[in-house]
């Protein structure tokens, strides 16, 4: 009897696993927004507890005025600037399929750029109609994110808010003897995450002053939009300095392409002096993720979850990270 009931208990905490894994599939974007707005939370606490230790203030009210200070901070840099950069993303968005045709035209003069645009073409396609596409896409899914950007903005205010509520409710469904491992647990990521976003905030304003200032040097058009752009994507450890130098390059070949040329080589050494002065600095008090695991882990957060996913394939990557030696190699004696 004993042993069937054994067998029993192990048939339904498997199908109660298998049954949970189905769910967490099917609702992965709702836990994306949610580890979305866990990130934003962190961030907002971790600056209202840097000003309740500087001011003495409570937290919750150090919470709302860090709260007010970046909403006045993007509200007052959109009155200044918005239309501005509206009308630089504008030029942007009309010159990208004349600088793609222009890009095609010049690759037809080479044999080699003839093999690419053909396999770019396909055979009813353009390769300006492919790049078009992707640019599309792309835009596409960057208007989807920032239609949740709200959610997670409430959410996450909510979360920092009261976080030793959640954090209670959610050590309530782990068994007793292992409370105090998660609970480690939880302060290691929140320590970590804070560390990593600090470094990216960093690395981001350099990328974006170092690009924009580079690109009004040259007399590159748009050169506040694009150096904005650039700072946000370098969010996206490695992938995002790429996808960064793309409407940068664009736009300059519809100038020429050896302003083109040019953008490219000032992308390269802002880079390099990112990734060998800036970050190696910073990551001295943030955290490291190997560049190959970056790489990867925005590759495969992207192919399984899509697109939005990979703004936070870093940190989710970092998270796990920190499971696995606490939980798994048992550094943290989760335990």
Not at 156 to 175: D, T
Not at 285 to 314: C, E, H
């Amino acid at each position: 009897m004993a042993q069937a009931e054994s067998f029993t208990g192990r048939v339904v905490r498997t199908i109660a696993l298998v049954g949970l894994a189905i769910a967490c599939w099917r609702l992965v974007d709702a836990l994306l927004l949610l580890f979305s707005a866990i990130l934003l939370a962190v961030a907002l606490r971790g600056l209202a507890a840097a000003l309740h230790r500087a001011s003495g203030l409570a937290v919750n009210l150090c919470l709302g005025v860090v709260v007010l200070a970046l909403v006045g901070l993007v509200g007052g840099t959109a009155w200044l600037f918005g239309s501005q950069i509206a009308l630089q993303y504008d030029q942007i968005v009309a010159r990208a399929p004349i600088a793609i045709s222009a890009m095609s035209d010049a690759a037809r003069a080479h044999p080699l750029g003839r093999y690419l645009v053909a396999g770019l073409e396909g055979p009813n396609a353009s390769a300006s109609g492919a790049i078009a596409a992707a640019l599309t896409s792309v835009i596409t899914a960057t208007l989807g994110g920032l239609a949740y950007a709200v959610l997670v903005f409430f959410g996450g205010l909510y979360l920092a808010a009261e976080p030793e509520r959640y954090r209670s409710g959610l050590l309530r469904l782990v068994p007793p003897d292992r409370r105090a491992g998660v609970s480690r647990f939880l302060d290691d990521c929140g320590t970590i995450l804070r560390r990593w976003l600090l470094g990216q905030l960093v690395i981001m304003v350099t990328i974006g002053v170092l690009s924009g200032i580079g690109l009004r040097l040259l007399g590159i058009d748009a050169a506040v939009a694009l150096g904005l752009t650039g700072g946000l994507l370098c969010f996206v450890p490695y992938v995002g300095a790429i996808l960064a130098a793309v409407p940068a390059v664009l736009m300059a070949f519809t100038q020429s392409p050896f302003a083109a040329f040019t953008v490219a080589l000032l992308f390269a050494g802002v880079h390099f002096v990112e990734g060998n002065f800036v970050t190696p600095m910073v990551e001295d008090r943030a955290v490291s993720l190997p560049p190959v695991i970056s790489v990867f882990a925005t590759l495969v957060f992207t192919l399984l979850f899509g697109p939005f996913a990979v703004m936070i394939a870093a940190p989710a990557t970092i998270a796990a990270i920190r499971a696995i030696e606490t939980f798994y190699l048992g550094d943290g004696e989760a335990g």
